[in-house]
């Protein structure tokens, strides 16, 4: 009996987790489809070609494709984030509020990936000096998917994979149940964030390439990378994906692709 009520109480926050998590990625979902949200992306509103691509604006601009940034996490990486939730929960029975915990969880998480796109933008300004690519984004866009299909190929993206599919032995490791609970949450979510960023950073940033114009390309990422994590078998899927990633890089940078194709 005692072990069945402690299991009971180790689940029984997963469907309201769930459904918070849905929701709120559901609404970064609407925000990313709003035309008026992101508008330094697209159109005649911005005279600069690489805003098409969502690379990062010079000036005051910055803070705006950051907050895009945050929008695509919450949609596309907080929901297969729910096994580290619900392994927090779990873990905070007994020593808090597990909803409250589960929330630092989630919002340590979405700082990780914050920071990391504040350093893959401020390298997307240094890459903007290279006058090749500022001059043709068509070219900027390939050599992200060749980049990130060799980082998909790579032995560092299949260990951080390996960590990010297993929330529950990242948490043997860093819940140690001698600091406060907060504590333990921020550093168990800070070490899972980070796996989860090294496994799928460089998807990511296609996300950010391509821009909101393309936003079926976005949800097809964002399955990729949900099945990638949480699929049983979704390991299979990593190596398919970083060649057809690359050959559509090395197509593109051969002219066999148009530019319209990478650039919305």
């Known amino acids: 009996m005692t072990t069945a009520l402690k299991r009971n109480r180790n689940t029984e926050h997963r469907r309201p987790l769930a459904a918070a998590v849905l929701a709120l990625a559901a609404l970064a979902w609407v925000g990313l ?11 005649a509103a ?4 690489m ?3 969502g690379h990062l604006p010079v000036g005051p601009a910055v803070g705006p494709v950051l907050l895009a940034w945050v929008v695509m996490v919450v949609a596309m990486m907080l929901p297969p984030a729910l096994p580290l939730l619900t392994t927090v929960a779990g873990l905070a029975v007994g020593r808090g509020c597990p909803m409250l915990l589960a929330a630092l969880a989630g919002a340590t998480f979405v700082a990780v990936w914050t920071v990391a796109g504040a350093a893959l933008l401020g390298l997307d300004t240094a890459l ?3 006058l090749v690519l500022a001059a043709d984004p068509g070219t900027a866009a390939a050599v992200v998917l060749v980049a990130a299909g060799l980082y998909q190929l790579s032995p560092l993206a299949q260990r951080c994979l390996t960590a990010c599919r297993s929330p529950r ?3 043997l490791r860093y819940w140690t149940g001698r600091r406060p609970a907060w504590a333990e949450t921020v550093g168990l979510s800070a070490s899972y964030g980070l796996t989860c960023v090294g ?10 390439t391509v821009a909101v114009a393309a936003l079926p390309v976005m949800v097809v990422l964002a399955v990729v990378m949900a099945a990638q994590r949480l699929l049983p078998h979704g390991r299979r899927l990593v190596r398919p994906t970083g060649f057809l990633v690359l050959a559509l890089g090395i197509a593109a940078l051969a002219g066999f692709l148009p530019a319209g194709v990478l650039v919305a």
Not at 33 to 43: M, Q, Y
Not at 46 to 49: A, L, M
């Open 33 to 43: 489809a709003w035309p008026d949200l992101l508008a330094h992306h697209g159109g």
């Open 128 to 130: 903007r000096q290279v």
């Open 199 to 208: 496994c799928c950073w460089a998807l990511m940033v296609i996300s950010l």
């Open 46 to 49: 911005t005279p600069d070609p």
């Open 51 to 53: 805003a098409h691509m």
């Open 169 to 171: 032995s990242t948490a």
